[in-house]
């Protein structure tokens, strides 16, 4: 992406894994896979996916926060969005490949909806595979949207991107499976980790981290609505040993999509986001409604009971100013 003049090469120390799943099979995603992510890469997509153009208006650790680059009163911008159609794709391929699995097996699944085969298996080590090379793409995609980001404010502000700042603070994939190295009773064990509706949260020391951020640990961004707040956490000892290196990724759902729709049209939610100091653009302002910020959990209380159990520490609150949605 960098020798193609889409990111910056110093970006790459602030990705996961440097940018690259290295255990990734491109050879195990389908041709219509690859054909959805070819119209693509570097789109945001729908649901609760955003560009957000945030400030730092409360800091709770400041050493922290500086070695983040942050600072209250500070203009942030938020990307969250994922592997798109390519992603979904991969899903629903193997999700026919693991049915026939748990058809032959006789798994007793709680939900027809699910669906699973042994790790070691075929079926399972290509889901693996095809898996890691969505993350790959969303990975690529994120970075496309970084750039276009930079791009866009060098042309507002009439400023090359480093005048402007834009330093990448962090980039982290969630709701997938990972091959790590934890401590468990008996020892260091290789454990697969999924991380559904989690992200990563590893604790300081670890060897995976920058090299700039090991002392404090991983940066960790959840983000929140569109009419209240995201925060910047960081990984945590406790979290290495409770769960995995884990913490939350977001608030959650208080409401499904379709009953979040019924309360308020998308035309009124944009109305009053905007009453409230908060721009919204959507690609179908209809949707809107759907990831209003009443159909969520109150991130606050989220986050603050993650830092409470000592899975991640706080170190910044962002509020909106202003939203684009796909």
């Not at 991107?161 to 962090?170: A, F, S, V, W």
Request: one cysteine or more; charged letters at 25%.
């Amino acid at each position: 992406m960098c020798q193609k003049g889409y990111g910056r090469l110093d970006d790459l120390d602030h990705i996961e894994h440097r940018g690259t799943h290295t255990e990734a099979a491109p050879e195990k995603v389908s041709a219509r896979a690859k054909e959805r992510g070819l119209r693509q890469l570097g789109t945001l997509g729908s649901g609760n996916h955003f560009v957000e153009v945030q400030e730092v208006v409360e800091v709770f650790d400041r050493a922290k926060a500086a070695t983040l680059g942050l600072h209250e009163g500070q203009i942030t911008i938020m990307i969250h969005s994922g592997s798109r159609g390519l992603g979904h794709q991969v899903c629903t391929d193997s999700l026919k490949e693991m049915a026939q699995v748990v058809a032959v097996e006789h798994f007793d699944l709680p939900d027809r909806q699910l669906a699973c085969a042994p790790l070691s298996s075929v079926p399972g080590q290509d889901y693996l595979g095809a898996m890691q090379a969505a993350a790959n793409f969303g990975l690529a995609n994120r970075q496309m949207m970084t750039n276009w980001v930079r791009r866009a404010f060098e042309g507002l502000f009439r400023a090359g991107e480093l005048r402007r700042g834009l330093d990448l603070i962090y980039d982290v994939s969630h709701n997938m499976a990972q091959i790590e190295t934890h401590q468990t009773a008996s020892g260091p064990r290789r454990l697969c980790v999924h991380r559904k509706g989690a992200t990563r949260a590893f604790g300081p020391g670890h060897a995976d981290l920058p090299t700039d951020y090991r002392e404090i640990g991983q940066p960790v961004m959840i983000p929140g609505d569109m009419g209240t707040a995201s925060y910047v956490l960081v990984g945590t000892a406790t979290a290495m040993s409770e769960s995995w290196g884990s913490t939350c990724h977001g608030a959650g759902r208080a409401l499904s999509r379709k009953a979040a729709a019924k309360r308020m049209t998308g035309r009124a939610l944009h109305a009053e986001l905007e009453a409230k100091g908060v721009i919204v653009e959507a690609g179908h302002v209809r949707d809107l409604s759907e990831e209003a910020p009443y159909a969520y959990k109150d991130v606050r209380r989220v986050v603050d009971v993650c830092e409470r159990v000592g899975l991640s520490t706080k170190v910044a609150r962002l509020k909106p100013l202003g939203v684009l949605k796909g």
